[in-house]
């Protein structure tokens, strides 16, 4: 893993734009996507807004690593020394007088993995137990993957590949995504599983490999064990008007972010693995940008992607291409040294919803109650999708998707 912590977490730069790549010439570098933690640090501590003063402070950025603990010691069978320096920080930082002000609720730490590492599950034995803690529970946690089920996490962007340092590399990257010419309806980047026929992931390979009007980049994505060739990948992403996003290890998937970066449309199978994760980051309106297929009429070969895709109007391809490209830079992270961008990357966009989730709380504690923006349980997920001033829920279209 050591290049991969390279410039502040980017990785190596892929000089040339790699073989066979689309990437640009500068800003361009081989991030892994489990290197989120090191790249928002690295941001955090060039903040514009940044104060030595704790009293002064709006919001209390607590930059602690803990994707690389648990990647150091997941497979540690003594679980109390797994644990062990989740449990140290914890304490450590309830003894501050920073957390004393307001009993961490103005506290915010970014995970860089899915929330799902950090509770850990008895049955299997994956993970630690980081986000159990009380304390933790106070604060705002940032991860890539949030649960639907917990009221105190929320998902952010998977690093991609390109990280500008001006709008003027972001504009002409915008640009250049806008007069491609894309030769195939649709595609797929990513392997085969082991897990049988009767998936998502294999209908697609299936589906695929059987069309003329689709492409597809697997083991060619990943010359060697734990390699990947970004160039690659986004070549393929390119190329096509619909690129599809099953799930990946959890729901959510990196390839998706990649897509965005690339002008492609998503294809999402669960509405978990986007639309009830990135809702600081996507339009609450999900057909404005995206395809969504019921995974059951996939698996169940019901439905033909690739009809379904074909039946869609090339004006609304368009229309939605051009809303893709529009959340290209809230989704991208930019460098840290960059100075005067007018764009909000995924950092900006993060750092203000904090703030603003902060901000509601400290006036809630000024009058005597405590402010409560989302709930624990069965529904709160329906919270984060609600509208500016709605407090009620009650039905929605993704309850038949979404169980506890």
Not at 136 to 146: F, I, K, S
Not at 226 to 253: I, K, N, V
Not at 267 to 275: D, G, K, N, R
């Amino acid at each position: 893993m050591c290049r991969h912590v390279a410039n502040d977490g980017f990785g190596p730069p892929i000089t040339g734009g790699g073989e066979g790549s689309s990437l640009p010439e500068t800003g361009a570098y081989d991030t892994d996507q489990y290197m989120l933690a090191m790249i928002f640090h690295a941001r955090m501590r060039r903040h514009e807004c940044l104060t030595a003063d704790p009293a002064a402070a709006t919001a209390v950025y607590v930059p602690f690593y803990a994707g690389f603990d648990l990647a150091l010691n997941q497979d540690n069978g003594d679980l109390t020394a797994r644990d062990a320096l989740s449990r140290d920080m914890v304490d450590w930082l309830v003894r501050r007088a920073e957390w004393r002000a307001m009993g961490g609720r103005d506290h915010f730490l970014l995970l860089g993995r899915p929330t799902w590492d950090f509770l850990r599950d008895p049955s299997t034995g994956w993970g630690n137990v980081l986000m159990t803690y009380p304390a933790v529970r106070n604060m705002t946690v940032l991860t890539l993957e949030a649960s639907p089920w917990h009221g105190n996490d929320f998902a952010v962007p998977y690093p991609s590949h390109f990280h500008p340092s001006s709008d003027a590399e972001v504009v002409a990257w915008q640009s250049r995504m806008r007069g491609l010419d894309r030769q195939w309806l649709w595609c797929f980047a990513g392997a085969s599983r082991p897990s049988g026929k009767r998936t998502v992931r294999a209908q697609i390979i299936e589906q695929c490999g059987r069309s003329s009007r689709c492409a597809m980049l697997g083991k060619a994505a990943a010359p060697a064990p734990g390699s990947y060739a970004p160039g690659q990948a986004m070549r393929l992403l390119e190329s096509a008007d619909f690129c599809l996003q099953p799930r990946g290890d959890s729901y959510t998937r990196k390839s998706t972010f990649d897509a965005i970066l690339a002008g492609c449309i998503p294809v999402f199978f669960h509405p978990v693995s986007a639309y009830l994760q990135y809702t600081w980051y996507l339009p609450r309106d999900y057909r404005s940008y995206s395809v969504f297929i019921h995974h059951g009429d996939v698996v169940g070969r019901n439905a033909s992607i690739e009809e379904v895709l074909a039946k869609i109007p090339p004006a609304k391809v368009a229309q939605m291409r051009e809303e893709v490209i529009r959340l290209i830079p809230t989704v991208m992270y930019r460098d840290p040294a960059a100075k005067g961008m007018k764009f909000k990357d995924a950092v900006d966009v993060a750092v203000e919803r904090v703030v603003d989730r902060v901000a509601k709380r400290r006036r809630a504690a000024a009058e005597g109650r405590e402010w409560q923006d989302s709930v624990d349980g069965d529904y709160s997920w329906k919270y984060d999708l609600l509208e500016d001033g709605q407090k009620e829920i009650g039905p929605h279209e993704f309850d038949q998707y979404v169980a506890t």
